[in-house]
């Protein structure tokens, strides 16, 4: 069993990692809507990409010949401050071989997951891509669920993959064995906290989760996310804005005997 400290310094890596992937796929949704407004019918949008300095992401639409930029947004993700530009411009050299790769890297993980990919209802769902350069050498494409209607957290179905600078796959990750969705009903009040159970070989709370809390679950009110992980044999907990925590079973036990003493046998 790995230290409280281990665990913990594990979880500010975790929760960093999953912050990085809010952001992006955050931009990605806010820049696809203010691309609709202007290109209603998105014609000649062949795809984009994110890059990002310092604490600026900015995603470029390409055409479909990937010659031309016809939409660019930047969002500082300290303040979420935004700014775009419609103009069409040429493509830098540079620029062009990164929607070239953008595109590559699709299809090469889509090729990785697809055969491990739970069942899903196509009406309801769909599925995210993101790519974040992770060093020099690595960059790192998060397969994710995307909710089609309100009141859904469509946990599971997501993976990372790794690929080299020659865009050979070096590595990959599933974080769930199968699709989990939490959902609640629109008539019922929104819950003020999420539960998932985790299986032993996956011990730690996901970067997956964090991002899918933070654009789903979170906007409609909910306040938090508790994970049981039976490897660790303790509660997870992530509250926004906030270090993930982790709290041994006995301590909750502990607690929840205490309550008892305190305002009498639960009824």
């Given at each position: 069993?790995?230290?409280?400290?281990?665990?913990?310094?594990?979880?500010?890596?975790?929760?960093?990692?999953?912050?990085?992937?809010?952001?992006?796929?955050?931009?990605?949704?806010?820049?696809?809507?203010?691309?609709?407004?202007f290109?209603?019918?998105?014609?000649?949008?062949?795809?984009?990409?994110?890059?990002?300095?310092?604490?600026?992401?900015?995603?470029v639409y390409?055409?479909?010949?990937?010659?031309r930029?016809?939409?660019?947004?930047?969002?500082?993700?300290?303040?979420?401050?935004?700014?775009?530009?419609?103009?069409?411009?040429?493509?830098?050299?540079?620029?062009?071989?990164?929607?070239?790769?953008?595109?590559?890297?699709?299809?090469?993980?889509?090729?990785?997951?697809?055969?491990?990919?739970?069942?899903?209802?196509q009406?309801?769902?769909?599925?995210?891509?993101?790519?974040?350069?992770?060093?020099?050498?690595?960059?790192?494409?998060?397969?994710?669920?995307?909710?089609?209607?309100?009141?859904?957290?469509?946990?599971?179905?997501?993976?990372?993959?790794?690929?080299?600078?020659?865009?050979?796959?070096?590595?990959?990750?599933?974080?769930?064995?199968?699709?989990?969705?939490?959902?609640?009903?629109?008539?019922?009040?929104?819950?003020?906290?999420?539960?998932?159970?985790?299986?032993?070989?996956?011990?730690?709370?996901?970067p997956?989760?964090?991002?899918?809390?933070?654009?789903?679950?979170?906007?409609?009110?909910?306040?938090?996310?508790?994970?049981?992980?039976?490897?660790?044999?303790?509660?997870?907990?992530?509250?926004?804005?906030?270090?993930?925590?982790?709290?041994?079973?006995?301590?909750?036990?502990?607690?929840?005997?205490?309550?008892?003493?305190?305002h009498?046998?639960?009824?």
């Amino acid at each position: 069993m790995p230290s409280q400290e281990t665990i913990d310094r594990i979880h500010d890596s975790i929760l960093s990692e999953g912050m990085h992937l809010y952001y992006h796929e955050r931009i990605a949704w806010i820049s696809t809507d203010q691309l609709g407004e202007f290109n209603p019918e998105y014609n000649d949008v062949g795809g984009y990409f994110t890059t990002e300095s310092n604490d600026t992401l900015h995603t470029v639409y390409f055409s479909l010949d990937r010659s031309r930029c016809v939409f660019e947004y930047w969002m500082c993700s300290s303040t979420f401050q935004t700014d775009y530009d419609t103009t069409s411009r040429p493509l830098s050299l540079l620029e062009q071989a990164e929607a070239e790769r953008t595109q590559l890297l699709q299809s090469l993980t889509f090729d990785a997951v697809k055969d491990s990919l739970s069942g899903f209802p196509q009406s309801d769902f769909g599925c995210n891509l993101d790519f974040i350069r992770i060093d020099e050498e690595i960059t790192r494409s998060y397969f994710t669920m995307s909710a089609k209607n309100q009141g859904v957290v469509p946990f599971g179905n997501d993976f990372s993959c790794d690929f080299d600078n020659n865009n050979h796959l070096v590595a990959m990750h599933r974080y769930h064995r199968s699709f989990i969705p939490l959902n609640w009903n629109k008539e019922d009040a929104v819950p003020k906290s999420l539960y998932l159970s985790h299986t032993p070989d996956n011990p730690y709370m996901t970067p997956t989760e964090v991002c899918l809390f933070l654009l789903y679950a979170q906007p409609a009110g909910v306040e938090s996310l508790f994970v049981l992980s039976t490897a660790l044999n303790s509660v997870i907990i992530f509250h926004p804005g906030q270090r993930i925590v982790t709290i041994k079973r006995s301590v909750l036990e502990k607690i929840d005997k205490d309550q008892e003493k305190r305002h009498g046998k639960k009824k």
